[in-house]
């Protein structure tokens, strides 16, 4: 019998992606596991030498390229794996970041929750595996750092901020009238009327309060995961496969379990339904469409680009990877209401609606014990740290942090053998917070 690990491996496109739900037994939790110093890319070889030697090898079609520590390389080469598309950052130059760096912040001290050991921001990195990060206050940068297997020139895999960026152009529709979040989701995608979506509206599909007879648990050999991981792969089925082919189609065979607006579930499926009723409703794909509506409007440096499925559908749910910079400047974007470079990109009231958060009452009932006074609104997570936030998370680590009471942006691009950040949250809230703290008093 396959072991978990050897089940989720190879199915990249979601398995890189979806859940905050711990999954341990996939991470190799361990308190013997290397350190982010020992288990730096460089340091452990891989991919060194031409050709690399065997036992420095990641590639197709081995099953553990996203095991903990090759996973600290296999997010900065996604598509040399698996097929993506691109999303294009058109042919104007890019803006200019300015910089104002502050050499005190690596020295700022915090309290981990849970524990009476302080630490330093500088510690907190190397504790949760960082490879890059920078901070933006007042509009400029004063930290960065690249680390591991990103450089300037890299990409990383933005594993589910990338739900973030479907529900914003989501709430963007909204906003200009383009998408009435009221409607039935059949209404739009006659595909899912005999669906557990058929009935849901497009704000309970974008908010993720969606009921439905589905689950992520990946401890469970069972969970509806693993099909819907069989069926978004891009890699080719097996002869006796008889299971839907690509997100679209399994999305149309899950069933309703509960009454929808009820609570809160994290559950990827939404995503992916969004993605399709955002490329319904415009008539482009996800990845088009956010290259049309934010990568070519932002200055980018770099185009991104997604992971897809056999049929050329992109990852809603979690198939970005980008630069470092160019997803500060989302958060830049975010912080100033849709303006950048001088320019107003969508109406300011995209994203009040998203600060302004979600349900707290359906959120409660998922129980996340970190995010204080938390909701979900459009795919971004809002809590109070302990001013409002809202945020933007990825497994392994990753964020975009956006603090408007300090005019501050954290970005952080991670690679932390523990999926669940659940395993890095009581780190990095409080020192995300003492940095806001220092700038504010600075």
């Not at 849970?114 to 990060?133: E, F």
């Not at 309703?256 to 319904?280: C, M, P, V």
């Not at 770099?302 to 990852?315: E, H, I, L, N, R």
């Not at 680590?397 to 952080?412: C, E, H, K, L, T």
């Amino acid at each position: 019998m396959l072991t978990l690990l050897q089940r989720a491996l190879p199915l990249l496109p979601l398995t890189i992606a979806v859940t905050l739900t711990s999954i341990s037994t996939i991470s190799h939790a361990d308190d013997s596991r290397l350190t982010a110093k020992e288990s730096d890319p460089k340091t452990l070889g891989w991919m060194q030498g031409f050709p690399p030697p065997a036992d420095k090898l990641i590639a197709q079609p081995s099953s553990d390229f996203f095991s903990f520590p090759k996973l600290r390389w296999t997010v900065c080469h996604i598509r040399e794996l698996m097929p993506t598309t691109e999303v294009s950052r058109g042919i104007g130059a890019p803006s200019k970041l300015s910089y104002e760096l502050d050499k005190n912040i690596d020295t700022i001290p915090f309290i981990p929750t849970g524990s009476n050991r302080p630490m330093t921001w500088r510690q907190s990195l190397d504790a949760n595996y960082t490879d890059g990060i920078m901070i933006l206050h007042h509009g400029k940068v004063v930290y960065e750092r690249q680390n591991g297997c990103l450089n300037e020139l890299g990409k990383h895999a933005a594993m589910s901020m990338t739900k973030s960026m479907t529900g914003l152009l989501a709430e963007i529709l909204v906003t200009e009238g383009k998408l009435d979040d009221k409607m039935l989701v059949a209404s739009i995608i006659p595909e899912l009327a005999n669906s557990g979506f058929g009935d849901a509206t497009v704000r309970q599909v974008m908010d993720m309060t969606t009921a439905l007879d589905y689950s992520e648990d990946y401890a469970d050999p069972n969970a509806d995961i693993w099909q819907y991981s069989e069926a978004a792969s891009p890699l080719p089925k097996p002869k006796d496969y008889t299971g839907p082919n690509g997100y679209f189609e399994y999305l149309q065979t899950v069933q309703k379990k509960g009454e929808h607006g009820a609570a809160f579930s994290y559950q990827t499926i939404n995503s992916d339904t969004l993605g399709w009723i955002i490329a319904r409703t415009t008539g482009k794909a996800v990845d088009d469409l956010l290259s049309e509506r934010i990568w070519q409007k932002i200055g980018a440096e770099q185009s991104a680009y997604m992971t897809v499925d056999a049929k050329g559908t992109p990852f809603a749910g979690g198939g970005i990877s980008a630069g470092l910079h160019d997803m500060a400047r989302i958060g830049s974007l975010m912080l100033n209401k849709g303006v950048i470079n001088g320019k107003r990109l969508f109406p300011a009231a995209v994203v009040d609606k998203i600060a302004a958060g979600g349900d707290k009452a359906a959120f409660a009932k998922a129980d996340y014990k970190q995010l204080k006074n938390g909701s979900y609104k459009s795919m971004w997570w809002s809590y109070d740290n302990p001013a409002p936030v809202y945020s933007a998370r990825g497994v392994h680590g990753q964020r975009i942090y956006v603090d408007p009471a300090a005019d501050m942006v954290i970005v952080r691009f991670a690679s932390h053998p523990d999926a669940s950040n659940g395993k890095n949250d009581p780190t990095s809230i409080p020192a995300f917070q003492a940095v806001a703290n220092y700038l504010i008093t600075k």
